[in-house]
C-alpha cells in the first residue's frame, strides 16, 4: 500500500505549507486519516486526524493555525500548516486506520481507538527562525 505525501519544504517562521496525501481509493474510503510528525530525537506525534464523515482532531500546539481536510472524489488527505514556527520542524507523516477511531481523551488530546495501519514515507518541513 502506498500513501505518498508530498508539499515539504523549507519556510521561514510564520509562513505557510500545504501538505498532500495521496492514496489508494480501498484504503481512503471509509477510513479515518491523520497527520504525524517526527522531530530529531523526538517521538513520533499525532499532529490532527479527520474521520471518513469530516470530524476533525487537532493537537494543542497547532490548534488554530493546521487545518486537516480530506477531498473524497480525489482520495487526497491535507494538512493546512499557517503561522509556522521552528518548533514545527519535523518529517511529517500520513497515516489511515482501518476500521478505528479518532477521538479525543479525558485529556482533551487526540487519540487512536485501533491501528495506524499505513504509512506513507514522510515529507519533511524545515522552518528557520
Known amino acids: 500500500v502506498q500513501l505518498v505525501e508530498s508539499g515539504g519544504g523549507l519556510v521561514q517562521a510564520g509562513g505557510s505549507l500545504r501538505l498532500s496525501c495521496a492514496t489508494p481509493?480501498?484504503?481512503?474510503?471509509?477510513?479515518?486519516m491523520a497527520w504525524y510528525r517526527q522531530a530529531p530525537g523526538k517521538e513520533r506525534e499525532l499532529v490532527a486526524a479527520?474521520?471518513?464523515?469530516?470530524?476533525?482532531y487537532y493537537a494543542d500546539s497547532v490548534k488554530g493555525r493546521f487545518t486537516i481536510s480530506r477531498a473524497n472524489a480525489l482520495n487526497t488527505l491535507y494538512l493546512q500548516m499557517d503561522s509556522l514556527k521552528p518548533e514545527d520542524t519535523a518529517m511529517y507523516y500520513c497515516?489511515?486506520?482501518?476500521?478505528?477511531?479518532?477521538?479525543?481523551?479525558?485529556?482533551?488530546?487526540?487519540?487512536?481507538?485501533?491501528?495506524?495501519?499505513?504509512w506513507g514515507q514522510g515529507t519533511q518541513g524545515n522552518i528557520s527562525s
Open positions: 497515516e489511515a486506520t482501518r476500521g478505528g477511531m479518532y477521538y479525543t481523551d479525558h485529556d482533551g488530546k487526540p487519540a487512536l481507538m485501533g491501528h495506524n495501519d499505513d
Open positions: 481509493g480501498r484504503i481512503f474510503d471509509g477510513n479515518a
Open positions: 479527520i474521520s471518513s464523515g469530516g470530524t476533525t
